[in-house]
């Protein structure tokens, strides 16, 4: 399991800001980029919310606009254990923000990072709709860093505390990091500009061992999120003429949360001649596949890292009341010791997304 996987985690619900779909509410996502800081109980108005540790990039929660009491808290202790705030912040309607612990209580770096993104978007003329990718730098002492989106340099000496925006303007595109003037490659990674989808790609870490962690956020439901990869080389039309022929689109795309572990089109190729038509005419059978490659809660890569590292694997029970068994094998994280992981955590409004390259079997 890679770096990566095991630093991007989501916990649990803000409570505050719960899910609504509505113009006038306020989006909202916290990361947790301060590595000499221990899991820190978020406090809102008051009360722990969720808590977090080192690496967490979590989903846009939605919640009314106003202004709100926040404070980072070391886990398990009183507010007046606070490492940052209490502080009141002010959201307004139709706005996505993202909270971000950077720096490190070492160096005195450590500090809150408010960032407006329909501000940055509106700075650098890109329409919230399109594809876009959030940069942030929170490592202090850090060198700065240059960003290329298939070899041309978008964004040049990146440094610590400072953000920006910038538009996808292809389909899949390579994403590279480097030291500012350097052609080293610290990340090197392909990602998916797909429409209404937020990429999160932020410098974490120490001055002397840093690394660039990537989340992905769109206000897209399911169902919309995956017609949107229609046509891409990784896409999902099979699934979700399964999902409409079991009639289940309604649920994929308004019920939640679940995690759906999702195969692509390549995936249903590779069955035997005959054998999706056969499901395909068997709306009780496709339900029970279905429902076989649903877990009906948030479970994210970094959710089964500690059990997974500890005991070898991971049970989770799914929506059709089978289980599912995550283990590892030569570094490929397997479903069932068969189905590979292919790519973890797209966040959507009414869940997660892991890509896997086989189908599922009850």
């Known amino acids: 399991m890679t770096k990566r996987i095991a630093l991007i985690l989501l916990f649990a619900v803000w409570g505050v800001l719960t899910v609504r779909a509505q113009d006038s509410s306020v989006r909202v996502r916290f990361a947790h980029l301060s590595p000499d800081?221990?899991?820190?109980?978020?406090?809102?108005?008051?009360?722990?919310?969720?808590?977090?540790?080192?690496?967490?990039?979590?989903?846009?929660?939605?919640?009314?606009?106003?202004?709100?009491?926040?404070?980072?808290?070391?886990?398990?202790?009183?507010?007046?254990?606070?490492?940052?705030?209490?502080?009141?912040?002010?959201?307004?309607?139709?706005?996505?923000?993202t909270l971000a612990a950077v720096g490190q209580r070492a160096d005195l770096s450590l500090s809150p990072l408010v960032i407006d993104e329909n501000l940055l978007l509106e700075t650098y003329n890109i329409d919230p709709a399109s594809s876009w990718v959030l940069l942030l730098h929170a490592v202090s002492g850090a060198p700065a860093v240059d960003v290329y989106f298939n070899d041309t340099l978008v964004v040049s000496g990146l440094g610590f505390g400072a953000s920006l925006v910038a538009e996808a303007t292809e389909a899949s595109f390579q994403l590279r990091v480097t030291a500012a003037g350097q052609s080293g490659d610290i990340l090197n990674q392909t990602l998916l500009g797909l429409?209404?989808?937020?990429?999160?790609?932020?410098?974490a870490g120490t001055a002397d061992d840093f690394s660039v962690i990537v989340g992905s956020n769109s206000p897209l439901n399911a169902v919309d999120f995956l017609r949107g990869l229609s046509g891409q080389p990784t896409s999902f039309d099979t699934l979700l003429a399964a999902v409409d022929a079991a009639g289940l689109t309604d649920a994929l795309a308004n019920q939640g949360p679940f995690t759906l572990f999702a195969p692509p089109d390549s995936a249903f190729a590779a069955l035997p001649a005959g054998t999706l038509e056969a499901a395909l005419a068997d709306p009780t059978l496709l339900t029970n596949i279905l429902g076989y490659h649903v877990v009906p809660d948030y479970v994210t890569s970094a959710?089964?890292?500690?059990?997974?590292?500890?005991?070898?694997?991971?049970?989770?029970?799914?929506?059709?009341?089978?289980?599912?068994?995550?283990?590892?094998?030569?570094?490929?994280?397997?479903?069932?010791?068969?189905?590979?992981?292919?790519?973890?955590?797209?966040?959507?409004?009414?869940?997660?997304?892991?890509?896997?390259?086989?189908?599922?079997?009850?």
């Not at 429409?195 to 410098?203: A, I």
């Not at 590292?309 to 059709?320: E, I, K, P, R």
């Not at 089978?322 to 397997?334: E, F, K, P, Q, W």
């Open 303 to 362: 959710d089964v890292v500690d059990e997974l590292l500890t005991t070898g694997s991971v049970t989770l029970s799914t929506a059709q009341g089978g289980a599912l068994t995550i283990s590892s094998s030569d570094g490929r994280v397997l479903i069932n010791g068969t189905a590979q992981i292919l790519a973890t955590d797209y966040y959507v409004r009414n869940g997660v997304i892991h890509v896997i390259d086989s189908l599922l079997v009850p």
């Open 195 to 203: 429409p209404n989808n937020t990429q999160f790609v932020t410098v």
């Open 37 to 97: 800081v221990e899991p820190l109980d978020i406090w809102v108005n008051g009360a722990v919310a969720f808590s977090a540790q080192f690496g967490t990039i979590t989903r846009y929660f939605e919640g009314g606009a106003g202004t709100y009491q926040l404070a980072a808290v070391p886990s398990g202790q009183d507010i007046s254990a606070a490492v940052l705030g209490p502080a009141d912040v002010s959201f307004e309607a139709g706005r996505s923000y």
